[in-house]
């Protein structure tokens, strides 16, 4: 009769009729009395959301303390009821860490038996008994690994107690202990990956040390290819920043040999990866593929209500990065669309207000924006996406002080991502503080390319960046070690602004020349870094390499008419980056600036690349007719706005040297005219000048130089005197006076010389600095 009711009692449970099952089930406990049937009940009800139910049933007959599984049901169930102490009273705090050296020795165990290097029946007399005493092994071996899932369970909970308190640390050593515990424990390794509380490089460590070699299969000659499906499947969990070719085998694998192509997971870890390189369009592509994506029975409700449909009961990992590609491709009238539909039908999710924020973003209304990130991160504390919107919103308003608080909070929770540390570096650097932003980001870089932790005992500070010790370290971190082409390219990029600030030019370029090999090497849209070339050529303008300076600013040119939508920004304005997607430790880099229109922001960046290029050619000899058609094409590009701005200031400028350079070639060739005349005629001259009484002299010929030296002293006094022109109204700008001057350090720049302190004349010029992060990448 047990067996009758237990069958009756499952069967209602397959189709979901629960109140049947623990009708039926009730009166199987009644009958049995077995901590068994005791636990099942329990189940049940905490399917069914009872329990405090549950609870009662566990605590009869003292199960908790008897039943190690019946104590993690009743420790799960306070975590449901919000009770995090009593959950963590009936869990302990410590970890069982011994049980992870048994789980290796049963795995090798285990691997013995698979290679058939075990206990072999050698003597027909002792046949029955071995296979009895091997029978009873496997028992035992199977009643031990329930004991350890159990225990990495316990380790799990514990993990979310500890992050329910904010003890991030003591959380993460428990959601690695469970890990270890049991490799199959993958609540615990998702904790792990979607919170960052592993750096990209911890991460791939600790892939290694698993032992997937543990698993069990009912076939143990499968054990060892269910081992290698299982790590296939963990490392497309990994940072997209730790091993792009790792990911890549991975995914290719599974893909083909799995047949897992179009699994929604991987298609969801294909467009991160792709987010991560700055290809936003293809991966908004995969990601509506997925959100298109139904069965046949949703098909029937698809041809009533598409829109609807598509955009519901979808992975809720998939939000962040769909309503990060749209803000990143400028589609705001399809984010609207869906932060609408959302909702309406999902108004108890957190993306939802994730998605509506975003689109408040899109369209410059920060306050609004602002609102809705606060509730999203209200919602879920542990949403990366909102903490890091919510910063933004600050940074976008100019509120340094604001944003740095709310990118401190989000550094705190996710101790992995590196992006916190970054946009931490930016404001800091908008805010003059330049050894704050050098340790910031220099901590950024070594977490996201696994060069170690930057401790502020051994930081090169920006007050000696000068100094040939900092160099030397910053050589070693970047230059000379093999792990310096990891991570992230925007974080090269922001060390190199940070240095060109202090002047070390050098350097900078160096730094600015790596980032663009990085992303080359990890297959990023190349447009998408116009910001970091740019950064490169203004470097390359200060040191005096006009030619070099001028062959990127071409480049720039070629890639933004090629469709790019990368955002410049000026070296004197510091923004902050924008990353909406923080995956597994992967946030992206390469978002745009916080614009309304992307075309006006097209609009800009080009007016100042033409602007830089018209002062290139400005301060090269000969060439002013360009720098005035690079500059009037400026002018022409930015619409006239303002007169031009600085393209329209350095464009009259240029006309009057074009106007100065042409009046000095018409006085030298008056200058041969004369000379020739007085070659035929020099007793005439001679004597008309005896008359009056002074010497006999050409003005502005010498007999010890030629025409070609006095030219070019005429030009440079002259372009002198209208550059000194153009600095007065920067003089007053910063409070200075014009006569405190010093000449320029490096580079021919027609003569002209700045004040003491000042940032040069270039600064005025719109110049890249932070790009409006290529990854908001950019840590969803």
């Known amino acids: 009769m047990d067996k009758y009711l237990r069958n009756w009692r499952q069967d209602a449970l397959n189709k979901g009729q629960h109140d049947a099952a623990i009708y039926i089930g009730d009166k199987v406990l009644a009958l049995s009395n077995s901590d068994g049937d005791a636990f099942w009940l329990a189940q049940v009800h905490f399917s069914n959301n009872n329990y405090t139910r549950a609870l009662a049933i566990l605590s009869k007959k003292d199960l908790i303390n008897r039943s190690l599984s019946c104590r993690y049901l009743a420790a799960h169930c306070y975590i449901k009821q919000g009770r995090y102490e009593q959950a963590l009273i009936l869990l302990g705090e410590d970890n069982p860490i011994h049980l992870i050296q048994s789980v290796q020795h049963n795995a090798r165990r285990k691997l013995a038996h698979t290679n058939g290097l075990g206990r072999h029946i050698t003597q027909r007399g002792r046949g029955e008994r071995d296979r009895i005493e091997y029978s009873e092994e496997r028992e035992r071996d199977r009643e031990q690994e329930k004991e350890l899932k159990f225990q990495a369970g316990m380790c799990y909970l514990r993990g979310l107690c500890w992050s329910k308190r904010n003890a991030f640390d003591k959380a993460k050593d428990c959601f690695m202990a469970a890990v270890r515990i049991d490799v199959q424990c993958f609540e615990a390794f998702d904790q792990l990956m979607k919170n960052s509380l592993l750096t990209p490089a911890e991460e791939i460590q600790f ?95 698809l041809d009533q209500n598409p829109d609807v449909m598509a955009s519901l009961g979808h992975a809720p990992n998939l939000y962040p990065l769909h309503i990060a590609c749209l803000y990143e491709t400028s589609q705001h009238n399809t984010l609207f669309h869906l932060s609408h539909t959302l909702s309406l039908h999902a108004p108890h999710e957190s993306y939802t207000y994730l998605a509506i924020a975003t689109y408040y973003l899109s369209t410059a209304r920060i306050p609004e924006a602002r609102r809705f990130f606060s509730k999203a991160s209200l919602m879920n504390p542990h949403s990366a996406e909102a903490w890091i919107g919510f910063a933004h919103t600050f940074a976008a308003e100019g509120e340094h002080d604001q944003a740095i608080a709310a990118y401190s909070t989000a550094s705190r929770l996710f101790q992995g991502s590196h992006l916190p540390s970054l946009f931490l570096g930016m404001q800091h650097l908008g805010l003059g503080n330049m050894t704050l932003a050098w340790e910031y980001v220099l ?220 009046d000095n070639e018409d006085d030298a060739e008056d200058a041969f005219s004369e000379d020739e005349d007085d070659t035929e005629q020099p007793q005439h001259h001679a004597t008309s000048r005896a008359g009056t009484g002074r010497d006999f002299q050409q003005p502005g010929i010498h007999a010890d130089l030629d025409m070609n030296d006095l030219i070019s002293r005429k030009l440079d006094k002259d372009a002198e005197n209208l550059l000194d022109g153009i600095l007065m109204p920067s003089y007053s700008k910063y409070g200075r006076q014009p006569s405190e001057e010093i000449p320029v350090q490096s580079g021919h720049n027609l003569g002209r010389r700045r004040a003491p302190g000042e940032q040069s004349f270039e600064v005025e010029v719109q110049e890249p600095s932070q790009s409006w992060s290529t990854r908001a990448r950019r840590e969803r």
């Open 207 to 301: 892939l290694n040390e698993l032992d997937f070699d543990s698993i069990r299969t009912e076939e143990p000659a499968q054990a060892q290819e269910a081992a290698h499906l299982t790590k296939l499947l963990y490392t497309t969990r990994l940072s997209k920043y730790s091993s792009p070719q790792t990911m890549t085998d991975a995914t290719e694998t599974l893909a083909t040999h799995y047949n897992l192509a179009d699994n929604p997971d991987l298609m969801l870890t294909q467009a991160e990866t792709l987010y991560t390189q700055c290809r936003f369009h293809e991966a908004l592509a995969i990601t509506t593929q997925i959100l298109n994506s139904s069965s046949n029975a949703e098909r029937e409700d």
């Open 443 to 662: 901590h950024a870089f070594s977490m996201s390319s696994g060069a170690g932790s930057v401790s502020a005992a051994s930081s090169v500070t920006a007050s000696r960046a000068k100094t040939e010790e900092d160099t030397n370290r910053l050589n070693q971190l970047v230059f000379t070690q093999p792990h310096a082409l990891k991570g992230d390219p925007l974080v090269i990029g922001e060390l190199g602004v940070i240095l060109y600030h202090q002047t070390n030019l050098n350097v900078a370029a160096k730094l600015f020349k790596r980032g663009l090999e990085l992303a080359a090497q990890l297959g990023c849209d190349m447009s998408a870094w116009v910001a970091v070339r740019g950064n490169l050529a203004h470097a390359l303008r200060r040191m005096g390499r006009y030619q070099e300076s001028l062959d990127q600013f071409d480049e720039c040119l070629r890639q933004l008419t090629g469709g790019a939508s990368s955002i410049l920004s000026g070296l004197g304005k510091n923004f902050t980056s924008m990353n909406l997607s923080v995956d597994s430790g992967a946030i992206s880099t390469g978002l745009t600036a916080h614009s309304v229109s992307a075309g006006y922001e097209q609009r800009n960046l080009l007016a100042a690349i033409h602007t830089a290029r018209g002062l290139v050619l400005l301060s090269m000899m000969s060439r002013t007719r360009e720098a005035v058609e690079a500059l009037h094409e400026a002018v022409r590009i930015s619409g006239g706005d303002a007169g031009g701005g600085m393209a329209g200031t350095l464009l009259t400028r240029a006309m009057e040297v074009w106007a100065a350079e042409q």
